[in-house]
């Protein structure tokens, strides 16, 4: 039970890539971190919730998937259609949490994946992500994670978090 002198201001939320809170979705020998990376135990630290994405890669393809590009996604067959019905529950979580007031300090992508990326060629589930965020009013920053970035090598990202989480905007 918690104290009743204890304030919890919070109402902070992220949504991330699957891959950073479970590494062991991505393509078999592509894993940079035991379990999660270590990104996301510093967010939670800051008092921040985090809404996972789903992984159509893994969703789609399965565990034993080959490596694949954007096009070698995008050239699938209802792939598309696939990634907008696992966004859903994600997009009606986000709606409410934009109805309640809570502060929407955006999205992290993985830098370079097919699904993922949002800088550069965006991923094809961030595609469909912004623009259903767009559809129901939501704006929001970005960052990502860089292809550098492993479980023994975080460089300056919690520096990028601490400013991505300052100036971000309100649901």
Same mark, same amino acid.
């Given at each position: 039970?918690?104290? $009743?002198? %204890? &304030?919890? =201001?919070?109402?902070? &939320? *992220?949504?991330?890539?699957?891959? !950073?809170?479970?590494?062991?979705? @991505?393509?078999?020998?592509?894993?940079?971190?035991?379990?999660?990376?270590?990104?996301?135990?510093? %967010?939670?630290?800051?008092? @921040?919730?985090? &809404?996972?994405? =789903?992984? =159509?890669?893994?969703?789609?393809?399965?565990? $034993? #998937?080959?490596?694949?590009?954007?096009?070698?996604?995008?050239?699938?067959?209802? /792939? #598309?259609?696939?990634?907008?019905?696992?966004?859903? +529950?994600?997009?009606?979580?986000?709606?409410?949490?934009?109805?309640?007031? /809570?502060?929407?300090?955006? @999205? !992290?992508? !993985?830098?370079?994946? =097919?699904?993922?990326?949002?800088?550069?060629?965006?991923? %094809?589930?961030?595609?469909?992500?912004?623009?259903?965020?767009?559809?129901?009013?939501?704006?929001?920053?970005?960052?990502? &994670? +860089?292809?550098? /970035?492993?479980?023994?090598? @975080?460089?300056?990202?919690?520096?990028?978090?601490?400013?991505?989480?300052? *100036?971000?905007?309100?649901?």
């Amino acid at each position: 039970m918690l104290k $009743e002198s %204890i &304030i919890f =201001p919070g109402k902070k &939320i *992220v949504v991330v890539s699957h891959c !950073i809170l479970n590494q062991n979705a @991505v393509v078999n020998g592509w894993e940079r971190a035991r379990g999660a990376y270590p990104i996301a135990k510093y %967010i939670l630290e800051k008092g @921040v919730g985090l &809404i996972q994405l =789903p992984c =159509p890669e893994l969703l789609c393809m399965g565990l $034993e #998937r080959a490596a694949m590009s954007y096009e070698d996604y995008n050239s699938i067959e209802g /792939y #598309r259609k696939r990634c907008l019905d696992l966004l859903e +529950p994600v997009i009606l979580q986000l709606k409410m949490y934009k109805e309640s007031n /809570y502060k929407y300090l955006g @999205v !992290i992508g !993985i830098n370079e994946s =097919p699904n993922c990326s949002i800088s550069g060629k965006r991923g %094809i589930l961030m595609e469909l992500y912004f623009e259903a965020c767009e559809r129901i009013g939501l704006t929001g920053k970005y960052m990502e &994670i +860089p292809t550098s /970035y492993d479980e023994f090598n @975080v460089g300056d990202l919690e520096s990028e978090f601490d400013k991505f989480m300052i *100036v971000s905007n309100d649901l």
